[in-house]
């Protein structure tokens, strides 16, 4: 991510909104719903309008260094009749490893609001149709049959609205597998912590415990330790056609970006691997992405 690109993009906004929107930075992404409100107060725009107006600041947050191209998404939480929060997104490619571990935008923004709690969403914003790829991924979320899907082009006043079913018809998904929790469901998976005297297994079990993993029964969580004491995890999130899902490192990394926001210069210095190695394991990829950031994996299985 180059910080400097999302400081220049946030001053392109009206002075009276930097405040509020510098928010963003400490919040991992994230706009509260007083926040939004005010937003659309200060800005004079409906809620669509001004998720169109974020994304080129939720794009300012890509890493891209195979493409060279940055894509943003957001969508927002649900509330019952009520502003929800919303939650930026970005395309994240990993140099030198397969294009299979690049993160998509969409991916990105839902990552960061089930990391974040939320349990439902009501809308995505994008520029473009999504790839097919994330309209599978999208299409394992909890309730997805009834989120709104804006679809908005950069330069165009028109803004298409989609259910999964007009993007992904004939969808293959959990039900065709007979898995009746989603993504983003409140569901936990029972763990013992390895070793419940070192905080960062602790860290990375609770997130394997809150991972999404219906089909392998593989339960997976990575957890991530900053130089500044800062810990930082990720969960596993699986899909029905498999391909598509996300593994646990590649929304710490997700989750590493959006801690970078404020503080751009940290360094992981430490990593641990939880998870229910059975029917597959998520061990020998994460070593070599973790190796990218210069440090060794400590691996355990619960």
Known sequence: MNHQMFLDQLATFPANTTELLRQIMSQSGRLDPEQVDQLKALMSLEIDDLMKA?????????????????????????RENAQGPLYLGANLEVAGHPLKNTIHAEQSAICNAWHQGETRLRRLMVNEAPCGHCRQFMNELNDIDNMDIVISQLGSEQKHHYKMANLLPNAFGPADLKQETRLLDLSTNQLQSPDVSDELVNAATLAAQNSYAP??????????????????????????????????????????????????????????????????????MTEAMVQKLGIELRYFTA
């Open 54 to 78: 974020l994304l080129p600041l939720a794009a300012a947050m890509s890493t891209c260094p195979i493409s060279h191209f940055s894509v943003g998404a957001i969508v927002e939480g649900y």
């Open 215 to 284: 089909y392998s029964g593989c339960a997976s969580g990575v957890a991530l330790r900053l130089d500044s004491g800062a810990v930082i995890t990720g969960r596993y999130a699986e899909n029905a056609a498999f391909n598509p899902g996300m593994i646990a490192i590649e929304s710490a990394l997700v989750n590493l970006r959006l801690e970078h926001l404020t503080n751009p210069k940290s360094k992981v210095v430490d990593a641990v691997l939880v998870e229910i190695g059975d029917s597959i394991s998520h061990q020998s």
